[in-house]
């Protein structure tokens, strides 16, 4: 659990005690892991609860016409009329393509050894949010912003969970979130930054662990996978959302062994509002089947699987309603490509900003 969602347990629960210092210790360790601009909020966390109408509807290929500003204008600039494509429904079960996806990830298996350490690469654009914030003296509200900020990263996590890893960051150019301005703040991070991630010991409830070592001691059938996502309190306003949420935390970023991802694809496929488009493409242009649904937010989140070997190529998010996304139908908010999961007999020892390896703050 990182601070955005401690953030948001904590307007959703005002009740809830105070984190203790080892959860929030494992946030920090989280926003390193991220290394996400202080006002940004990844989008896959947030909560789902909109059931998408039609999911399993007759093909379409419905083509939008809709008022958006141009990028750079800002909210209050000239409008300008943009044509956006809204996403291709197809008549295919969510089901079915899911039991393919677990037949394919029943075909090989990394089997990392607990001294080895889970190597994944990929690319990434989140959006990024920032202003907005009342002050309490004047009650004047900071301009809000937002943009979108993109990634190569390269991460290394202990098999066992027992010793530290590493995360290289490579910052790509930023891109307008569609029908924003882009910020100044947003060409801030350049370059590459060379992280370490250490082992802090956090407190972060079972249920909510994405690590390859807890990832393979979760059941193996479908049911008891289901049952998995729909443990504890995982925030947001829908128990369906927070569990399709919580499938995508297993799967990024890290690595599941075949039987448990086998049987997540399936549990997957039994959620309400999950669907399936025809056409979707990761961050690194790939084509391949989206499997997703619409959120309160009105983006609509797809893992993405290749539609030959239905292997997961990474995901996506693409606005479904303008008012509460404040955003044209059919932008693209989100989009992640998996490159590569391999297996590192060890893993870089970076230094952090005051000459450690290893710090739990």
Request: proline share 6%; hydrophobic share 40%; glycine share 12%.
């Given at each position: 659990m ?20 080892e959860a ?18 990844a989008?896959?966390?947030r ?21 958006a500003?141009?990028p750079?204008?800002?909210p ?14 197809v008549n295919?079960?969510a ?18 050894r607990?001294?080895q350490f889970?190597k ?9 949010f920032g202003?907005g ?10 301009e809000?912003?937002r943009?979108?900020?993109r ?9 066992d ?8 960051i490579?910052y ?11 910020p100044?703040q947003a060409y801030?991070?350049t ?7 250490p082992?802090?010991g ?10 390859y ?9 479908a049911?008891?996978m ?8 995982r925030?947001g ?16 970023e ?8 086998a ?11 999950v ?8 961050a690194?242009g790939?084509k391949?089947?989206g499997v997703?649904r619409?959120?309160l ?5 797809d893992?993405?699987?290749d539609p ?16 509460a ?5 059919g932008?693209l ?16 020892a ?12």
């Amino acid at each position: 659990m990182n601070h955005d969602e401690i953030q948001l347990v904590a307007e959703i629960r005002p009740d809830a005690p105070p984190y203790e210092q080892e959860a929030k210790a494992a946030a920090r360790r989280g926003l390193v892991a991220a290394a996400r601009p202080k006002t940004v909020k990844a989008i896959w966390r947030r909560p789902y609860s909109m059931v998408l109408a039609g999911a399993l509807a007759v093909a379409v290929g419905a083509t939008a016409v809709t008022l958006a500003r141009t990028p750079g204008a800002g909210p209050s600039g000239k409008a300008e009329e943009v044509v956006v494509t809204m996403p291709r429904i197809v008549n295919l079960s969510a089901s079915e393509v899911l039991d393919r996806a677990a037949k394919a990830a029943s075909r090989t298996d990394l089997a990392p050894r607990d001294d080895q350490f889970i190597k994944v690469e990929s690319q990434t654009m989140y959006g990024s949010f920032g202003g907005g914030a009342v002050n309490g003296e004047t009650g004047a509200t900071s301009e809000e912003t937002r943009y979108l900020y993109r990634t190569k990263r390269v991460i290394w996590q202990s098999a066992d969970g027992t010793r530290d890893g590493a995360l290289t960051i490579e910052y790509l150019k930023p891109k307008a979130y569609p029908g924003w301005p882009i910020p100044e703040q947003a060409y801030e991070d350049t370059g590459t930054a060379e992280l370490p991630l250490p082992i802090c010991g956090g407190k972060i409830p079972d249920y909510m662990r994405t690590d390859y070592a807890s990832l393979k001691n979760l059941p193996s059938d479908a049911d008891g996978m289901r049952a998995h996502l729909y443990t504890g309190d995982r925030g947001g306003g829908s128990k369906d959302g927070a569990a399709f949420t919580a499938a995508g935390d297993m799967l990024r970023e890290t690595y599941m062994p075949p039987a448990q991802r086998a049987a997540l694809f399936k549990a997957v496929g039994t959620i309400p509002g999950v669907g399936v488009i025809e056409t979707a493409e990761d961050a690194a242009g790939r084509k391949g089947i989206g499997v997703g649904r619409a959120g309160l937010d009105g983006v609509r989140q797809d893992l993405i699987f290749d539609p030959k070997t239905y292997e997961l190529l990474g995901e996506r998010g693409i606005v479904v309603d303008e008012k509460a996304a404040k955003s044209p139908v059919g932008s693209l908010v989100a989009s992640t490509a998996q490159l590569s999961v391999t297996v590192a007999d060890e893993a870089p020892a970076f230094k952090d900003k005051n000459g450690t390896t290893s710090g739990c703050g």
